[in-house]
C-alpha cells in the first residue's frame, strides 16, 4: 500500500543528532525520492547541521532553564551540540573551555515565531520586496523559502539579540498567504543552509482588514475584487477548506486503491497538508470575535489552528484559547495604528497567561526581534503592577518553550534539557533590564555570536565594503 | 503612596485658592533633577500654583497641607522631541488621520496644530508613560514643506497649552526627494527656491507677483524660518544628506536648524557640535534600511553625545501612539554607551532647549511643574509612572487602555456580560 506524506517531517532530522559538520557545504543525505511516493515531500532540503565547537561549560551564572526553573551559581555544560548537562556543580570534560558567567545570567536561545526577515530584507528597496504573494488572495501555492535573501543583514542583528531560531512567514495580504519555514539563526549562503532541519512546514493566513482592504478595495477601482468584507473573508477561507478536502480524498484514494493518479496542485498540497495535520497553521488576527470565528471554522474544517498571530484581543477571550489549546503570539504593546489593533493594551501578554493559555512573545519587526527579552519585560512588568504576578524563570517560556511549542520543535530545542540543541544565550545580566547585552550566543553548542569579539560576529555580503562595516551595530 | 500634611489645612487652602493652589510635595529616593544639582538621594520637590517651589534633600522645608507623594523616583515631565500624537487616532482611517493632506494645495502653512485633538486616546497613553509635553508636525504631502509643528501638553484637556508655530518640518534624503519629483537635485531645487520666496514674501507677491515654489500663503508661513526666527527641523539620515544641509547652514548662519532621524550622524558629528546643530535620534535605528542608512548604529547616539553633539532621543516606530517608548530608547542607548545622565536630559532637557522651552525639562525652583514619579528607574522596561503633574496639576491616571484592561482582568463567568463591567 502507498503512503503518502504530505510533507516531510522527519527529514534531516535523524541527521541531527550527528556530530558537528561543516554546516552548509556537506549537509546531511536527504530522504531520497522513492518510487513508491508520487512526489518529493521535502525538494528543497535542510542542508544545515550544527558547526563544529569544543565543549562549553559554564559555569557560576543565574540560570533559567526555560521550563520554570531558576537555577542560581548554575553550571551548564553544552557538548556534542547538545545541552549535556544542568545543575549546580558539574565537572569539567576534557578539552572543554570554561566560562566564569558570575553576575550573568543563562538562558535558551529566543525564538521569535513571527518574523519576515529575508523576505522583507534591509535594504528595503523595491527590489526586495519577496514576502507577500499579493496576486491573488489564496496563495497557498507559495513558500516563503523561495523569497528569502539570506544575506539580509537582519539576521545578524537578531542573533546580536540572542535569537538562535526563527519562523520566518509570508505576510498578511492574502486569507492564505503560503508556507512558513523555521529557520536557525545560522549565517548561510542558502537558505536550505539556515532551514532547521526536521520542522514541520506551516500555513501563514490572515484575517480581518488587511485581506480585504488589499483585494477588495484593490486595484485602483471599486469594488477591487474579493474578498470586499470579513464575510468575503469567512467564505473565501471555506471554499479553499471544501477544495482542499475534496484534494485530499482524491490523493487518498489513490494512495489506498491506486489506479489514474491524480493531478497535483501545489496550492492544494499544502491545504491538504494541514487537513492531514501535518502543518501547523500560524493565522494572523487581531480581534477576539474573529478568533472565536475561526475556531469554530477549523472545527469545520478537521484541523486546528496552532497560532494566533498579533491576537492584541486574545486578553477578551484567553479562557476560549485556553480551551481550545491555541497559543496567542503577542507584541508587549503596539496598539492603535488601525482598527483592528485599537483595543490593544500593554497587559495582553500576563493576562493570557494568566488565563492559562500558550503566551508567546513575537516581533513581526527587524527592530523588536533585536529585544524580544526587553518586550517579554515590559509586558511581565505591567502585569505585576495588576496583580498577575509570574516568575522571570516562568516568564521565559513566552519566549523559548511556547514558540518552540508552536513550531513543532519544542522536543529539540526551546529549553535546556539535557539532550535538546544546545541553543543558549549568555546575557550581560538579568535580561529583564534594558540595560543587559547578550554576551554570547550558541546555537548546536557553537559560538555563532561574541559581543567582546569581532571575529565572532557575522558581517553579511550587503555590508561589506559600505559604509559601517563591521561596527558594533 | 499618598498621604496629607495635616489635610484640614488643605482642603482650607483649596477653598480658599481653588484647586490650583494646592501644594503637593513629591518624596523620591532619586529625584533626578535635570540640573547642576544631578540626582538627590531621598529628595524632595514642592510644587505650588503650577511652579517648582523648592527642590532640595529630605530635610527641605514640606508646607503644611501640602499632598504627599512618595515614590522611587522622580524627574521632570518627559518632552517627546518629534511626535504625531493627538493629530491621528487611527493611522489606517483616514478619517482620524491629521497628519497627512495629500490633495491640499498648501504646504508650509499647514499648521499641525489645527489638527490637535485632545481626545485621541493615545495623549492619555502618552501621560501614563510619563511624557507631559510632545512636539508635533505634519508629515510631509505634497512636496518638501510639510508644515508648521507644535508644542502641546498632554493633560487631554480641551484647555490644552499649546505653543502653535514651533517649527518648520522638513524633509530631504531619499523621501524628500520623492517628494519633489525624483531626485535630491530637484529636492533642493525645490528647498532653495521656497527660502528665497519666503525671504521675499510679502514684496514679490503684491500686484500679483508669484513665487518660484510657493505660493503667497506659503511663503508667509515659511518666511520666519527663512528669516532665522523659527527652528527649521530637517529630516536627514545619511552623512552626505547631513553634510548637505550643513553647507546650507553654513552659508546661511542666521538659520536656526535642528535634524530628525540623522542615523549616521556619527559620521560627521564633529561638524554637527562645531555649527551646534542638535540632533533627534530615533535610537533603535541600526539597520540600513535604505541606502541612506547604511552606517546606522545603535552607538550613533552616545557617540554624538560624545563629539558635544545636543542629543535628543524619540521613538519614530509609531511616534503617535508609542511616543512613551523614548525611555525604553533611552535605556538602549545607556546600554550602547550613552552617559545615562545625559540619556536622561534626551528624553527633558534638551527637547527643551531645541524648542526654547525655558523652565521646562528640569526640577529647579521656578521652573514649571511637569514632575512624574515613578517605581523605579524611569530607563527601566519595567519601570512605570505611579503620578503625573502637569504645570502642577495630578494628572488622571486612566486611560481607555486601562479601562479595557479592567474590564476583562477577570474571566470568571458572571450572570451578565462583560458590558456590563464598568471599571
Known amino acids: 500500500m502507498k503512503r503518502r506524506n504530505w510533507v516531510a517531517l522527519a527529514a534531516g532530522a535523524i541527521f541531527l543528532a550527528a556530530c558537528g559538520g561543516s554546516g552548509e557545504g556537506d549537509g546531511p543525505a536527504i530522504k531520497p525520492f522513492t518510487p513508491n511516493e508520487p512526489f518529493d515531500p521535502d525538494p528543497y532540503p535542510s542542508t544545515y547541521s550544527a558547526y563544529p565547537n569544543a565543549p562549553v561549560l559554564i559555569t557560576n551564572a543565574t540560570i533559567l532553564d526555560g521550563e520554570g526553573a531558576r537555577i542560581e551559581d548554575g553550571s551548564l555544560l553544552l557538548q556534542d551540540g547538545k545541552v549535556a548537562a544542568i545543575g549546580a556543580d558539574l565537572e569539567v570534560p576534557e578539552g572543554a573551555t570554561v566560562i566564569d558567567a558570575e553576575g550573568r545570567w543563562v538562558t535558551p536561545g529566543i525564538i521569535d515565531n513571527h518574523s519576515h526577515l529575508g523576505a522583507y530584507p534591509s535594504p528595503s528597496v523595491s527590489a526586495h520586496q519577496d514576502g507577500n504573494e499579493v496576486s491573488g488572495p489564496v496563495t497557498a501555492e507559495v513558500w516563503v523559502e523561495h523569497g528569502i535573501w539570506p544575506q539580509d543583514p537582519g539576521f545578524d542583528r537578531a542573533l546580536a539579540g540572542g535569537v538562535t531560531s526563527l519562523q520566518v512567514l509570508p505576510g498578511s495580504a492574502n486569507l492564505f498567504g503560503g508556507r512558513g519555514i523555521t529557520l536557525k539563526n545560522v549565517a548561510s549562503r542558502t537558505v536550505q543552509g539556515m532551514k532547521f532541519p526536521g520542522a514541520p512546514y506551516t500555513l501563514k493566513m490572515a484575517c480581518g482588514e488587511n485581506p480585504k482592504r488589499v483585494y477588495g478595495y484593490g486595484n485602483g477601482g471599486f469594488p477591487g475584487g474579493a474578498p470586499y468584507s470579513r464575510m468575503g473573508n469567512m467564505a473565501g477561507y471555506r471554499a479553499a477548506w471544501i477544495k482542499a478536502a475534496e484534494y485530499k480524498r482524491k490523493w487518498d484514494k489513490y494512495s489506498a486503491e491506486g489506479g489514474e493518479m491524480p493531478s497535483r496542485d501545489l496550492e492544494l498540497d499544502t491545504l491538504a497538508g494541514v487537513l492531514a495535520g501535518e502543518i501547523l497553521v500560524h493565522m494572523h488576527c487581531y480581534r477576539a470575535d474573529e478568533m472565536a470565528q475561526i475556531m469554530d471554522m477549523s472545527k469545520e474544517f478537521g484541523y486546528k489552528v496552532t497560532a494566533f498571530h498579533h491576537a492584541v484581543e486574545s486578553y477578551k477571550i484567553a479562557d476560549k484559547l485556553a480551551d481550545y489549546g491555541a497559543c496567542s503570539s503577542m507584541w508587549a504593546d503596539w496598539w492603535g495604528f488601525k482598527m483592528e489593533a485599537y483595543d490593544g493594551i500593554p497587559e495582553n501578554i500576563p493576562m493570557v497567561h494568566n488565563a492559562g493559555a500558550c503566551a508567546i512573545v513575537h516581533s513581526d519587526s527587524d527592530i523588536g526581534i533585536q529585544r524580544l527579552n526587553q518586550e517579554a519585560a515590559k509586558a511581565w512588568a505591567d502585569g505585576k503592577r495588576v496583580g498577575i504576578d509570574v516568575p522571570i524563570e516562568e516568564a521565559w517560556e513566552w519566549l523559548s518553550l511556547n514558540p518552540a511549542k508552536s513550531l513543532g520543535i519544542d522536543s529539540r530545542t526551546g529549553s535546556l534539557k539535557p539532550g535538546k540543541m544546545a541553543d543558549v544565550v549568555i546575557w550581560s545580566g538579568n535580561p529583564f533590564s534594558v540595560y543587559t547585552k547578550a554576551d554570547q550566543v550558541f546555537i548546536d553548542g557553537a559560538l555563532m555570536y561574541d559581543r567582546s569579539d569581532n571575529s565572532v560576529r557575522p558581517v553579511r555580503d550587503f555590508e561589506l565594503g559600505q559604509p559601517g562595516e563591521g561596527d558594533m551595530k | ?423
Open chain 2, 1 to 423: 503612596m499618598i498621604r496629607k500634611l495635616m489635610a484640614s489645612a488643605a482642603i482650607a487652602a483649596v477653598a480658599a485658592f481653588g484647586a490650583s493652589a494646592q501644594t503637593y510635595v513629591l518624596e523620591g529616593k532619586k529625584v533626578w533633577t535635570g540640573t547642576d544639582a544631578g540626582t538627590i538621594d531621598n529628595g524632595v520637590v514642592v510644587i505650588r500654583n503650577g511652579t517648582i517651589m523648592a527642590v532640595g534633600p529630605s530635610a527641605t522645608t514640606k508646607p503644611e497641607g501640602a499632598e504627599v507623594i512618595s515614590a522611587e523616583w522622580v524627574t521632570p515631565g518627559l518632552i517627546s522631541a518629534f511626535s504625531r500624537t493627538g493629530i491621528i487616532e487611527v493611522d489606517a482611517e483616514d478619517s482620524t488621520n491629521d497628519a497627512v493632506a495629500a490633495l491640499s494645495g498648501f504646504s508650509a502653512s499647514l499648521d499641525a496644530s489645527d489638527g490637535f485633538n485632545p481626545d485621541d486616546t493615545a495623549v492619555d497613553v502618552s501621560r501614563l508613560g510619563g511624557v507631559t509635553r510632545v512636539a508635533v508636525a505634519p508629515q510631509p504631502s505634497t512636496n518638501l514643506f510639510a508644515g508648521q509643528g507644535f508644542i502641546a501638553d498632554t493633560t487631554g484637556s480641551q484647555e490644552t497649552d499649546i505653543k502653535p508655530d514651533a517649527f518648520t518640518f522638513i524633509t530631504l534624503g531619499e523621501g524628500g526627494a520623492g517628494l519633489a519629483g525624483g531626485s535630491r537635485p530637484a529636492a533642493w531645487a525645490q528647498l532653495r527656491a521656497a527660502l528665497d520666496d519666503a525671504r521675499a514674501y510679502p514684496t514679490r507677491y503684491i500686484a500679483g507677483g508669484e513665487g518660484d515654489v510657493l505660493s503667497r500663503r506659503d511663503a508667509e508661513a515659511l518666511a520666519p524660518a527663512a528669516r532665522g526666527r523659527q527652528l527649521i527641523l530637517i529630516d536627514a539620515r545619511s552623512a552626505t544628506d547631513l553634510n548637505a544641509v550643513m553647507d546650507l547652514a553654513e552659508s546661511n548662519r542666521n538659520l536656526k536648524f535642528a535634524i530628525l532621524g540623522a542615523d549616521e550622524g556619527w559620521r560627521v558629528a564633529d561638524r554637527l557640535a562645531k555649527l551646534k546643530i542638535p540632533v533627534i535620534v530615533y535610537g533603535f535605528a541600526n539597520l540600513p534600511v535604505s541606502f541612506a542608512q547604511l552606517a546606522a548604529t545603535q552607538e550613533n547616539a552616545a557617540r554624538l553625545d560624545e563629539a558635544g553633539v545636543q542629543v535628543a532621543i524619540v521613538n519614530l516606530d509609531d511616534s503617535t501612539h508609542m511616543a512613551r517608548l523614548m525611555t525604553q530608547i533611552a535605556g538602549n542607548a545607556v546600554a550602547n554607551g550613552m552617559d545615562w545622565n545625559d540619556a536622561m536630559k534626551a528624553l527633558t532637557v534638551t527637547p527643551a532647549s531645541i524648542y526654547g522651552l525655558s523652565g521646562y525639562g528640569i526640577l529647579a525652583p521656578g521652573a514649571h511643574a511637569d514632575v512624574v514619579a515613578w517605581d523605579g528607574d524611569p530607563l527601566e522596561v519595567t519601570t512605570n509612572a505611579d503620578a503625573v503633574f502637569i504645570d502642577g496639576e495630578p494628572q488622571d491616571m486612566t486611560s481607555r487602555q486601562t479601562e479595557l484592561r479592567d474590564r476583562y482582568l477577570s474571566l470568571e463567568q458572571t450572570d451578565r456580560p462583560y458590558a456590563y463591567v464598568k471599571p
